[in-house]
């Protein structure tokens, strides 16, 4: 009887090895938990992104106004008839 409660409390302390420190443990459920977190903040930026990167494409295929507006702003472009002033800060 004696060496059947050394032999279960063997078998308990290998399965608490296991539980704390081998692989699939609870420290490691933690980290993985932690990257899971991680990576899905990193997704919701990335579809928010994609949500404002759609639009902006949705509005350049649908309007001119958006591409004039572009235009003027990253091109320098202006209309004919317009004055282009320049304001320099110092």
């Known amino acids: 009887m004696r060496w059947a409660i050394v032999?279960?409390?063997?078998?308990?302390?290998g399965l608490q090895y296991r539980l704390w420190l081998g692989?699939?443990?609870?420290?490691?459920?933690v980290q993985l938990r932690?990257?899971?977190a991680e990576q899905q903040a990193a997704n919701e930026q990335a579809?928010?992104?994609?949500?404002a990167l759609a639009a902006e494409v949705e509005d350049l295929?649908?309007?001119?106004q958006a591409i004039e507006e572009r235009a003027r702003s990253e091109l320098?472009?202006?209309?004919?008839?317009?004055v282009?002033?320049?304001v320099v800060e110092e």
């Open 47 to 51: 579809a928010e992104r994609n949500d």
């Open 76 to 82: 320098g472009m202006i209309r004919r008839g317009e």
């Open 61 to 64: 295929q649908e309007g001119l």
């Open 7 to 13: 032999g279960f409390a063997l078998v308990l302390v």
């Open 84 to 86: 282009f002033y320049q």
């Open 34 to 36: 932690a990257a899971i």
């Open 23 to 29: 692989e699939g443990s609870v420290p490691d459920l």
